[in-house]
């Protein structure tokens, strides 16, 4: 069964970095978008950004750019997402998922019905 597994969620003081992965097992990400999006208790689940594995495009939400950065690692089945600059407001569980490229739209790449394989998630909490 394909499987998507995050890690690299921690506690961080306000300024600080963290750098989450996704490893894929049991497919390759050759032909997929891949997305994180975020949750934050009682808000509703949001993009954060995504990678399409065909042209290495990447896409972000307003309130990261500039301080987050998407990539993937071929060998290793891997997405990353650097997060510098990290703020309280940045506190969330975060999830990636896939997108299979020839249903994905990527003028939609925000929108979470595109996406259909998704990990468990990763908490991520920016705290003094």
């Known amino acids: 069964q394909v499987q998507l597994v995050e890690s690299g969620g921690a506690l961080v003081q306000p300024g600080g970095s963290l750098r989450l992965s996704c490893a894929a097992s049991r497919f390759t990400l050759d032909d997929f978008a891949i997305g994180w999006f975020r949750q934050a208790p009682g808000k509703e689940r949001e993009a954060v950004s995504c990678?399409?594995?065909?042209?290495?495009?990447?896409r972000y939400a307003e309130s990261v750019k500039g301080r987050f950065t998407i990539s993937r690692d071929k060998p290793t089945n891997t997405v990353y997402l650097q997060m510098n600059s990290l703020k309280p407001e940045d506190t969330a569980v975060y999830y990636c998922?896939?997108?299979?490229?020839?249903?994905?739209?990527?003028?939609?790449?925000?929108?979470?019905?595109?996406?259909?394989?998704w990990g468990q998630g990763t908490q991520v909490t920016v705290s003094s």
């Open positions: 998922a896939t997108a299979r490229l020839y249903l994905w739209v990527p003028g939609e790449w925000d929108l979470a019905g595109w996406y259909d394989v």
């Open positions: 990678i399409d594995s065909s042209d290495g495009v990447t």
